[in-house]
């Protein structure tokens, strides 16, 4: 017997399936702003958790174009043809893609591949297998994403230990160890919250953005004529005299982009505004100013290519930068971290995940969590990954399948969007498909090459996690059908009570259900096998609504029905425990006495039956499906609700 009713959603509110009252809820309660305070305060916070990713990729980016899988010869020509791709991928790419137009699309606030397939409307007249493609392509871009998650950590700490080699060759059995240790710190810091981190990581990360930009500086002084780069020309003709290994080396250009995805996905932490204007007055300016620097030195120094980042510092610095940097790379996987996070309630939401721990560390913005599952999950992938890649160049060709196959993915659901929610003309709406996936193909054909080079793992990873989901939304709709056949609705049941003249005996008891209208199943199977029932009955909904509080009196909404039965709502902010007996008692005030003691919990079991259907799944995924939902968190265990009170109530389910 597996504890169901109450994982997936079908007798508790917080999942897609059957939230009708919670869906109400949401529509009249207003949307949780995302920030407080200053802004100052408010742009260190943005740099410690959303640009730490793409603001450390100038340690390795550079360098994999001209000392990586598929070196170039750092010829001037060669280095102003990289860096005029470089500004322009960052300009159309970050600027204009994503926080021009991508970051209007959000979902109550909330960013990411998630938030643009809750956007999608379902009642649009738009046939069933292109809204089912849409929700599959969307599944697909999550689970590639959670790869690049997985990658960063890894990649982006083991990079920045790397320089140890340059300073102190002695020191290079000792790279991957470090990386390991400074990894599990990393992770086991993410428990006391976004903004607390945020605190900590944003001062250190404005410093490296300034030494980014300081660093650049110095470089450009050396060869001034790189900055000739920002003509498009030069990119062109890097292509023209480089043929075919040019396309080869757009894998490790595409390296500069790396966090553009993490960002969106991160949009609930802060919001709109701070992300946009911290990328454009601070953080693009330094990223820019760095490639360039490190591009100029190549040009005076071409022996200078196999670590041009590190190389921009004075000797007297390089055991300062390399611990600044190892820092600033901890901050680039708390973009990735908090992402996914953020990815992973949106996907419980839908129907796509079982239901997970989740720890709200904010009273001021929703979207600041913390999920220990996820957490765990991602450090042993990312120690796992250093351990068996043992290099930053080794992990370079499998981070950039992940990330781009996801950019693509976001692109076409952004049009989509823009198209439904957006109000934009298919002439507008075609104009920004055909741009942005244009870009995204030519950098994933790029990337798509390397899969022999390690890019087959993200694909795995995405393979995997594609079948999870997919399997966990099949199997959570058919198992919802299933119920809904057998279950009428409540007045009918009421009914049937009625006219059958069941018994009634002493007491009150509670019933939970995500659907105000229909019967709890565990209601039914108490009448059907014991024959008799309390002579008050309530049918309890929890809503969490996106608020951080809800005060006592908005809580309870109660309406008297016949025969003795009751329908409570009961609504929390997301800030707050549900406290089932605590709001029962409060009832009194609204003409529901309640003697406490006297109350029975009623909590609904399923016991799954794999291969029970004809047109069910097969029987390898009814499988995966009841393994997964045994080990779904049980809503109800944070009610508060007395175990010396509390029966189960089963019912077997053929999926």
Same mark, same amino acid.
């Given at each position: 017997?597996?504890?169901?009713?109450?994982?997936?959603?079908?007798?508790?509110?917080?999942?897609?399936? +059957?939230?009708?009252?919670?869906?109400?809820?949401? /529509? /009249?309660?207003?949307?949780?702003?995302?920030?407080? +305070?200053?802004?100052?305060?408010?742009?260190?916070?943005?740099?410690?958790?959303?640009?730490?990713?793409?603001?450390?990729?100038?340690?390795?980016?550079?360098?994999?174009?001209? $000392?990586?899988?598929?070196?170039?010869? $750092?010829?001037?020509?060669?280095?102003?043809?990289?860096?005029?791709?470089?500004?322009?991928?960052?300009?159309?790419?970050?600027?204009?893609?994503?926080?021009?137009?991508?970051?209007?699309?959000?979902?109550? +606030?909330?960013?990411?591949?998630?938030?643009?397939?809750?956007?999608?409307? %379902?009642?649009?007249?738009?046939?069933?297998?292109?809204?089912?493609?849409?929700?599959?392509?969307?599944?697909?871009?999550?689970?590639?994403?959670?790869?690049?998650?997985?990658?960063?950590?890894?990649?982006?700490?083991?990079?920045?230990?790397?320089?140890?080699?340059?300073?102190?060759?002695?020191?290079?059995?000792?790279?991957?160890?470090?990386?390991?240790?400074?990894?599990?710190?990393?992770?086991?810091?993410?428990?006391?919250?976004?903004?607390?981190?945020?605190?900590?990581?944003?001062?250190?990360?404005?410093?490296?953005?300034?030494?980014?930009?300081?660093?650049?500086?110095?470089?450009?002084?050396?060869?001034?004529?790189?900055?000739?780069?920002?003509?498009?020309?030069?990119?062109? /003709?890097?292509?023209?005299?480089?043929?075919?290994?040019?396309?080869?080396?757009?894998?490790?250009?595409?390296?500069?982009?790396?966090?553009?995805?993490?960002?969106?996905?991160?949009?609930?932490?802060?919001?709109?505004?701070?992300?946009?204007?911290?990328?454009?007055?601070?953080?693009?300016?330094?990223?820019?100013?760095?490639?360039?620097?490190?591009? $100029?030195?190549?040009?005076?120094?071409?022996?200078?290519?196999?670590?041009?980042?590190?190389?921009?510092?004075?000797?007297?610095?390089?055991?300062?930068?390399? @611990?600044?940097?190892?820092?600033?790379?901890?901050? %680039? =996987?708390?973009?990735?971290?908090?992402? %996914?996070?953020?990815?992973?309630?949106?996907?419980?939401?839908?129907?796509?995940?079982?239901?997970?721990?989740?720890?709200?560390?904010?009273?001021?913005?929703?979207?600041?969590?913390?999920?220990?599952?996820?957490?765990?999950?991602?450090?042993?992938?990312?120690?796992?990954?250093?351990?068996?890649?043992?290099?930053?160049?080794?992990?370079?060709?499998?981070?950039?399948?992940?990330?781009?196959?996801?950019?693509?993915?976001?692109?076409?659901?952004?049009?989509?969007?823009?198209?439904?929610?957006?109000?934009?003309?298919?002439?507008?709406? @075609?104009?920004?498909?055909?741009?942005?996936?244009?870009?995204?193909?030519?950098?994933?054909?790029?990337?798509?090459?390397?899969?022999?080079?390690?890019?087959?793992?993200?694909?795995?990873?995405?393979?995997?996690?594609?079948?999870?989901?997919?399997?966990?939304?099949?199997?959570?709709?058919?198992?919802?059908?299933?119920?809904?056949?057998?279950?009428?609705?409540?007045?009918?049941?009421?009914?049937?009570?009625?006219?059958?003249?069941?018994?009634?005996?002493?007491?009150? =008891?509670?019933?939970?259900?995500?659907?105000?209208?229909?019967?709890?199943?565990?209601?039914?199977?108490?009448?059907?096998?014991?024959?008799?029932?309390?002579?008050?009955?309530?049918?309890?909904?929890?809503?969490?609504?996106?608020?951080?509080?809800?005060?006592?009196?908005?809580?309870?909404?109660?309406?008297?029905?016949?025969?003795?039965?009751?329908?409570?709502?009961?609504?929390?902010?997301?800030?707050?425990?549900?406290?089932?007996?605590?709001?029962?008692?409060?009832?009194?005030?609204?003409?529901?006495?309640?003697?406490?003691?006297?109350?029975?919990?009623?909590?609904?079991?399923?016991?799954?039956?794999?291969?029970?259907?004809?047109?069910?799944? %097969?029987?390898?995924?009814?499988?995966?499906?009841?393994?997964?939902?045994?080990?779904?968190?049980?809503?109800?265990?944070?009610?508060?609700?007395? =175990?010396?009170?509390?029966?189960?109530?089963?019912?077997?389910?053929?999926?």
């Amino acid at each position: 017997m597996i504890s169901l009713l109450r994982k997936t959603g079908i007798t508790m509110s917080t999942e897609k399936e +059957g939230r009708n009252a919670q869906d109400e809820a949401q /529509r /009249r309660a207003p949307t949780a702003t995302p920030h407080s +305070g200053s802004f100052a305060v408010l742009a260190i916070g943005v740099l410690g958790v959303v640009y730490g990713d793409i603001g450390t990729s100038p340690i390795y980016a550079l360098r994999e174009c001209f $000392a990586g899988k598929n070196p170039i010869p $750092a010829t001037p020509g060669n280095v102003l043809g990289i860096l005029s791709l470089i500004f322009w991928t960052l300009l159309l790419v970050i600027s204009l893609k994503y926080m021009v137009y991508v970051l209007r699309a959000d979902n109550r +606030g909330e960013g990411g591949t998630f938030a643009l397939l809750a956007l999608l409307r %379902a009642d649009r007249d738009h046939p069933r297998w292109q809204r089912r493609l849409l929700i599959l392509l969307g599944v697909l871009g999550a689970s590639m994403l959670y790869g690049g998650a997985m990658i960063t950590p890894a990649i982006s700490v083991l990079s920045a230990v790397e320089g140890l080699q340059l300073a102190a060759p002695a020191l290079h059995d000792y790279v991957v160890p470090i990386t390991v240790v400074i990894l599990i710190g990393l992770f086991a810091v993410q428990r006391h919250g976004t903004a607390a981190v945020g605190a900590i990581f944003g001062p250190l990360t404005l410093v490296w953005f300034v030494v980014l930009a300081l660093l650049g500086i110095r470089g450009i002084l050396l060869a001034p004529e790189v900055l000739l780069a920002i003509n498009p020309i030069y990119a062109v /003709r890097f292509f023209v005299e480089n043929g075919w290994t040019g396309y080869f080396v757009l894998y490790a250009v595409f390296l500069v982009t790396t966090g553009g995805e993490a960002l969106y996905a991160d949009l609930g932490h802060f919001g709109r505004r701070p992300i946009r204007q911290v990328w454009f007055m601070f953080v693009l300016p330094s990223l820019l100013i760095n490639y360039f620097g490190q591009g $100029a030195m190549m040009i005076a120094e071409p022996s200078k290519s196999v670590h041009p980042f590190y190389h921009l510092a004075p000797d007297w610095a390089l055991y300062p930068l390399i @611990l600044l940097a190892t820092s600033a790379t901890c901050i %680039a =996987s708390q973009a990735v971290i908090t992402g %996914a996070f953020s990815m992973t309630r949106q996907a419980i939401q839908l129907g796509q995940l079982p239901r997970l721990r989740v720890e709200q560390t904010s009273e001021h913005a929703r979207g600041q969590i913390y999920m220990p599952a996820v957490n765990w999950i991602l450090m042993v992938a990312a120690i796992g990954l250093v351990l068996a890649f043992r290099s930053s160049g080794n992990l370079a060709a499998a981070y950039g399948v992940a990330v781009n196959s996801t950019m693509a993915i976001t692109t076409i659901l952004a049009f989509n969007v823009a198209r439904e929610r957006g109000g934009w003309s298919l002439a507008a709406a @075609l104009t920004f498909l055909v741009t942005f996936l244009a870009i995204d193909l030519t950098f994933l054909g790029s990337n798509l090459l390397k899969i022999p080079d390690g890019g087959w793992l993200p694909v795995l990873i995405g393979i995997l996690l594609f079948t999870l989901m997919t399997t966990w939304r099949r199997g959570t709709g058919i198992l919802s059908r299933e119920l809904t056949n057998k279950m009428p609705n409540l007045e009918t049941f009421i009914g049937m009570i009625n006219a059958e003249e069941i018994p009634r005996i002493p007491g009150a =008891s509670v019933f939970f259900t995500g659907r105000l209208e229909q019967t709890p199943p565990s209601l039914q199977q108490l009448v059907r096998h014991a024959g008799v029932l309390y002579e008050r009955v309530l049918v309890v909904t929890v809503v969490i609504e996106p608020v951080p509080r809800i005060s006592g009196d908005a809580r309870i909404e109660l309406t008297e029905m016949d025969s003795g039965f009751y329908r409570v709502v009961l609504r929390y902010g997301f800030m707050q425990s549900p406290n089932i007996p605590s709001d029962l008692h409060a009832c009194a005030e609204l003409g529901l006495p309640l003697e406490m003691d006297e109350i029975h919990y009623m909590i609904g079991q399923v016991d799954l039956l794999a291969g029970r259907k004809l047109h069910g799944m %097969a029987i390898w995924r009814d499988k995966i499906f009841e393994f997964m939902a045994r080990n779904t968190q049980d809503a109800t265990a944070d009610y508060h609700i007395p =175990s010396d009170q509390t029966m189960t109530v089963g019912l077997q389910v053929g999926i």
